[in-house]
């Protein structure tokens, strides 16, 4: 019991995992998968009523079709409140919530929440960064905490 409960604690520690909405080739390719710009979306793990959208360039070609690629640093950041938001207790400063590789080594983008406390504003920053070259590409969205419904 005791595993299956660090398993759990496990899971909910992790970034949010992005589900695909919908991809548009932007290239053609003979050989391999096309250049293309796909949007994802994300539910922020600890604060329901939230959902941030993500387009990103991916690369196509024969490297592409196999996942050796390094996709552009080209990303748009889109967060919207879509319910109530009730904030936990206690929220870190910075928090990663999403995080995914866009090359086979060395290429992350990650998407950090941070609480704008003065304004009861949620600030969304996307980061594309090679990790040994650092110079980041970078996107900010931000959602004010609103009344929900009837509330």
């Given amino acids: 019991m005791k595993y ?16 695909e909405i919908a991809c548009t080739t932007t290239t053609w390719k003979l050989i ?8 994802y979306a994300y539910d922020d793990p600890k604060i329901p009523g939230v959902t941030c959208h993500v387009s990103q360039a991916r690369t196509g070609g024969v490297k592409g079709s196999f996942g050796l690629a390094e996709d552009p640093s080209q990303f748009s950041l889109a967060c919207r409140q879509i ?8 929220l870190p400063d910075d928090e990663v919530v999403f995080s995914e590789d866009t090359s086979i080594l060395f290429k992350e983008t ?42």
């Fill in 4 to 19: 299956l409960t660090a398993l759990l604690l496990a899971a909910l520690t992790l970034p949010a995992s992005a589900e």
């Fill in 32 to 39: 391999g998968a096309n250049h293309r710009i796909c949007v």
């Fill in 83 to 90: 319910g109530p938001i009730n904030l936990p207790a206690k």
């Fill in 110 to 151: 990650k998407i950090h929440r941070f609480l704008d406390e003065k304004r009861k504003v949620l600030v969304y920053l996307a980061i594309s960064r090679k990790i040994i070259e650092g110079a980041p590409a970078n996107a900010i969205s931000t959602v004010p905490i609103q009344p929900w419904g009837g509330k």
